[in-house]
């Protein structure tokens, strides 16, 4: 390999810099008109009346579009199909979409949505998910308001406590978390004279797109084309909602026979779109006095909002991670997404372990405490190995870095539990696995198609199914491409990705994009590489077995060519350069009642390690310093792995210590500006000490897998296990604010 592994350059790093790339609202059209959103005011209603007649006289205005309007089938397509495009007879929560204006320019539209009258007759929400669960009156979902649920039942938990030496037992909750992409949901449609319709727009998951705008149209999948903008962030929040964002300027342009935009501005993106789901959590663990984790028993409630999307595969994940990376033999876990009248709640980096693995990080070291052993005993004893048995019931067969990434994090840190205490500073750990891809719970999407072409002047371009979300996908893609080909990567690039040149791949999820697209070109770059190795052989009288192609040239035995004039010739004689890769992920397994069975094809380990100071007087909390360990498989770019591990350990100390996002009595999002909810910046952020550890993984290419989610899930318990060694506050709900500690502190 002679560029995978390498700490080259982001392939759109100067773009960025100069400012280059070009955003959903940089691109104008002739004609263009701008749309704007009519809202619910209210939480739960009955729309009685929508008066629009008077705003089609305003100036500009060139339409208002309700339900009414959809020649096709009003729905949002996710997973559960329960989410109108545009609410017919109810709405169920504040700033629900009821219509869509159109207008000459952005300003009149946002003015002319304001204006419509809206009757709606309110009736009673339900806004507390343990309330919801089960109501004997409204129903919002189903009979129980349940949109799945989910067990995980192994051995015999209730006998294995009885033989239990300490048992710790628990609740915890977890709040919204926003994901403050610095780009806000943005969306243009184009209609062509064909009858095709074409999307532009920020966004991950391009192909749930092009099924929402062929659902509600009613077109053929071929009369789609979604093509994916620079996006500006995504963390999960670009994974469902822009399905809505291009119904909503869909159906004006399909009208009307003209592009049409709509760009949120931050308050209406904060107040309306997905969040991470709050959570509460009761958990109970017992161990024997030996250290050895014994059994488990859980009940994890998370709250969906007012419609199903994605909360039935964020259970899922939430599930499979729910006793975290440790064996156990009796484990009897209950899970539930409960449906309110909130803001529906979607994907967010982690994907609904976080919620769960703040609890169960929480509870080892409290189970350390008791009987009288360090936190990171504990975890030596009961870690997952090769060859250990998951609480899924999935045997690890390789790519398992856990006890590395915690011997790492104890040997770069120097840190030791015995060391003498330094007043008000406190180290805590965390050790964590996550389940890299859609696994089980989402195998009907996991296959990846990807295209390459190689041109007779000797440069490459590939087109995958996936998105580069700033993560860093199109150079990692590139260093597989040009490696597996054998050309220098300055000659590879990458096509924006495109539902018309490849087939449906999936969303850009789960941590899947390396390890499917980088699947899926290799697929395809061996094709081609085959038809370069014959032609070398027939340049060179040398057997294909003594040929090899490195960064532009072929070796041949003792000879050495450049690739160029092999492509060259294989151009004259009209060769095939180009083909079509597929990947379909292997399988997995689950059984949702007793929750057994081969839950992920692969699994990331991380271990974390944060050293804060509290403040006596005032409760506050500063991190010193961050030490992040994490088992990639391979990192394909080491450069890039450290910038996941170090962006994602500040967004997971947003999350343990400052994001706040409430939603108030009637169901308000309270915080929908920056200067009300709070994230950290630069100044926040500590020295983080990321560590790479690589067990490959052979199925994945050149041993990697991902792990992009993984840098978050961790930091929150890391910080409160700290915050209670500094001072002795267990703090059960997050964020870990000044004043839950200053009250611990002042019982």
């Known amino acids: 390999m002679s560029v995978v592994g390498k700490r080259v350059i982001r392939s759109e790093a100067a773009d960025r810099v100069k400012g280059a790339g070009l955003f959903t609202d940089d691109y104008k059209y002739h004609g263009m008109l701008h749309a704007a959103v009519v809202r619910s005011p209210i ?11 008077s705003i089609l006289r305003h100036e500009g205005v060139k339409g208002v579009f309700t339900y009414k309007d959809i020649p096709g089938k009003n729905c949002i397509p996710i997973v559960i199909d329960d989410q109108p495009f545009l609410a017919e007879k109810f709405v169920n929560y504040i700033s629900e979409p009821i219509g869509v204006v159109v207008a000459d320019d952005r300003r ?6 304001k204006k419509i009258e809206l009757n709606i007759k309110p009736l009673t929400p339900l806004l507390d998910p343990l309330q919801s669960r089960n109501h004997p009156d409204i129903h919002l979902f189903g009979n129980d308001n349940i949109f799945k649920q989910m067990r995980i039942v192994r051995g015999d938990a209730a006998k294995a406590f009885k033989g239990c030496d300490v048992i710790i037992e628990n609740e915890y909750r977890t709040p919204y978390q926003e994901h403050a992409y610095i780009e806000p949901q943005a969306m243009i449609a184009i209609p062509y004279p064909d009858g095709s319709i074409e999307i532009r727009g920020s966004m ?3 192909f749930y797109v092009r099924k929402a705008i062929t659902t509600i149209l009613g077109l053929a999948e071929s009369k789609v084309r979604v093509i994916q903008c620079a996006t500006g962030g995504a963390f999960g929040g670009k994974e469902d909602v822009p399905s809505l964002l291009a119904c909503q300027v869909a159906l004006p342009a399909w009208k009307l026979g003209r592009p049409v935009k709509l760009v949120y501005d931050r ?8 969040k991470r789901h709050p959570a509460w959590v009761h958990y109970k663990s017992g161990a024997t006095k030996e250290g050895i984790l014994r059994a488990v028993e859980a009940e994890y409630v998370i709250d969906g909002g007012a419609y199903a999307t994605l909360s039935a595969v964020v259970l899922f994940r939430g599930t499979a991670h729910s006793v975290g990376p440790y064996r156990c033999e009796n484990v009897n876990v209950k899970t539930y997404a409960v449906a309110t009248n909130k803001v529906p709640t979607g994907a967010f980096r982690g994907f609904g ?6 609890a169960v990080e929480s509870q080892m070291d409290q189970l350390a405490e008791r009987i009288g052993i360090s936190p990171l005993e504990f975890r030596k004893r009961n870690i997952l190995r090769v060859g250990d048995t998951t609480v ?4 690890l067969e390789n790519s398992v870095g856990l006890e590395e990434t915690l011997d790492k994090v104890v040997q770069v840190s120097g840190w030791s539990p015995k060391a003498s205490k330094e007043d008000g500073v406190g180290y805590g750990l965390s050790t964590i696995y996550y389940g890299v891809g859609l696994g089980a719970g989402g195998k009907a999407l996991a296959r990846t198609g990807a295209r390459v072409i190689l041109h007779a002047d000797g440069s490459a371009l590939f087109s995958v199914g996936t998105t580069e979300i700033g993560q860093g996908m199109t150079t990692v893609l590139s260093q597989i491409t040009a490696d597996e080909l054998g050309l220098p990567l300055k000659s590879v690039g990458m096509l924006p990705t495109d539902t018309s040149r490849v087939p449906d791949s999936g969303p850009t999820v789960a941590s899947r994009s390396t390890l499917m697209s980088g699947n899926a070109l290799k697929d395809a770059c061996i094709k081609i590489k085959s038809v370069l190795l014959e032609e070398a052989s027939l340049l060179t009288n040398h057997p294909i077995s003594e040929i090899s192609i490195d960064e532009g040239s072929v070796f041949a035995g003792n000879d050495k060519l450049p690739l160029l004039n092999v492509i060259k010739s294989c151009s004259l004689k009209r060769l095939p350069l180009s083909a079509e890769g597929w990947v379909i992920s292997p399988p997995a397994s689950f059984d949702d009642s007793t929750g057994q069975g081969d839950a992920y094809i692969v699994y990331a380990w991380a271990t974390n390690l944060a050293k804060v100071k509290v403040t006596r007087e005032t409760g506050e909390v500063t991190v010193l310093k961050l030490w992040s360990a994490h088992d990639v498989g391979k990192a394909i770019n080491p450069a890039l792995v450290e910038g996941q591990i170090e962006g994602g350990a500040l967004q997971g100390i947003g999350y343990a210590l400052m994001e706040d996002m409430t939603a ?6 309270k915080n929908s500006e920056f200067s009300t909810y709070i994230i950290p910046t630069a100044e926040d952020q500590p020295e983080i000490i990321p560590i790479i550890v690589e067990h490959p993984y052979p199925w994945g290419p050149s041993g990697a897998k991902g792990f992009g989610e993984q840098p978050l899930m961790g930091i929150a318990p890391a910080i409160a296990n700290a915050v209670y060694n500094a001072c002795g506050v267990r703090v059960k709900e997050l964020p870990i604010t000044p004043e839950k500690i200053w009250a611990g502190l002042n019982k």
Do not use: V, W
């Open 43 to 53: 939480a739960r209603g009955e729309i009685k009346k929508i008066s629009s007649d």
């Open 108 to 113: 009149s539209a946002r003015a002319a949505a």
């Open 204 to 206: 991950q998951c391009p």
């Open 267 to 274: 308050s209406e993106d904060m107040i309306s779109t997905s």
């Open 353 to 358: 372990s976080p919620q769960i693995l703040f």
């Open 392 to 395: 899924t019931g999935q045997k």
């Open 664 to 669: 108030d009595k009637n169901g308000a999002i």
